[in-house]
């Protein structure tokens, strides 16, 4: 009998055991949650958004990491954003920038997320620092200082390619394929292609890239261009897309 009673209170013992591990695996009533920018690892310690070296699209995208100090959750967590320094005065929500629902889903510990950049010409004349950090909760608290704020730098500056116009062999200039520079052309190639024409075109030979671009991928984005140039002009006939100086864009 009195090896029962031993046995019975081993098996109690060990199933309470069980119960408080598992209380304890999804004990996350409250987790800090340390972010970062970047869609990896790796920690900036700020981003440079410029204008300039992006599309004309009205809305783009920067993105940042979150991870967890501790266990995960078995459910769905919701999280905020707010901003917590900088020129809050001069970079606005709402106006400047967007925060999507964020959430982190159940069993996950760590995430890449989206904030959205809304296009803007208020940053030509004097560049804006914007920080963001955790709206803390009852569900989520900061982590460590290190990992606890997004600094984003917000500008409009721009900078002729010193390969535009000169190259020497292999390499092709970029006027070869788009002409004559203007801030606001510059502007439309990357919105129409995709990507910053700063690369580098190749006649001869095999590119590296990423800077690097073989000469009939050039051509294709010329004829793009050109395409979507007379788009744009056919529906606008009466504002066709001019320079900075008034004078009428074209491509070659």
Not at 57 to 73: E, H, M, Q, W, Y
Not at 190 to 195: D, F, H, N, Q
Request: aromatic letters at 14%; glycine letters at 6%.
């Amino acid at each position: 009998m009195k090896y029962k009673l031993i046995y019975v209170a081993c098996f109690l013992f060990l199933l309470s055991s069980c119960e408080k591990s598992s209380q304890l695996r999804y004990d996350t009533a409250v987790s800090n949650l340390n972010i970062w920018l970047g869609a990896n690892a790796q920690k900036q310690d700020s981003l440079v958004y410029n204008y300039a070296f992006k599309s004309l699209n009205d809305l783009d995208t920067i993105k940042f990491s979150v991870r967890l100090s501790g266990l995960p959750a078995d459910h769905d967590r919701e999280f905020r954003l707010k901003a917590i320094g900088g020129d809050t005065l001069r970079v606005k929500s709402g106006t400047h920038y967007e925060f999507p629902k964020y959430v982190l889903k159940a069993n996950a510990y760590q995430g890449v997320f989206p904030i959205y950049i809304k296009r803007s010409g208020e940053f030509k004349q004097k560049e804006a620092r914007i920080v963001f950090g955790l709206e803390e909760s009852g569900t989520f608290k900061k982590g460590v200082t290190e990992f606890s704020n997004l600094i984003v730098i917000l500008k409009e500056e721009f900078s002729k390619p010193a390969n535009w116009d000169v190259e020497p062999f292999p390499y092709t200039r970029l006027s070869t394929f788009f002409g004559a520079y203007s801030n606001v052309k510059f502007q439309f190639i990357t919105t129409v292609i995709g990507r910053t024409p700063t690369f580098r075109v190749r006649s001869n030979g095999t590119p590296v890239p990423p800077d690097e671009v073989f000469y009939t991928q050039a051509q294709y984005w010329q004829s793009r261009c050109k395409l979507e140039l007379a788009a744009y002009n056919a529906a606008h006939p009466t504002a066709p897309l001019v320079t900075e100086n008034q004078e009428s864009i074209t491509f070659p």
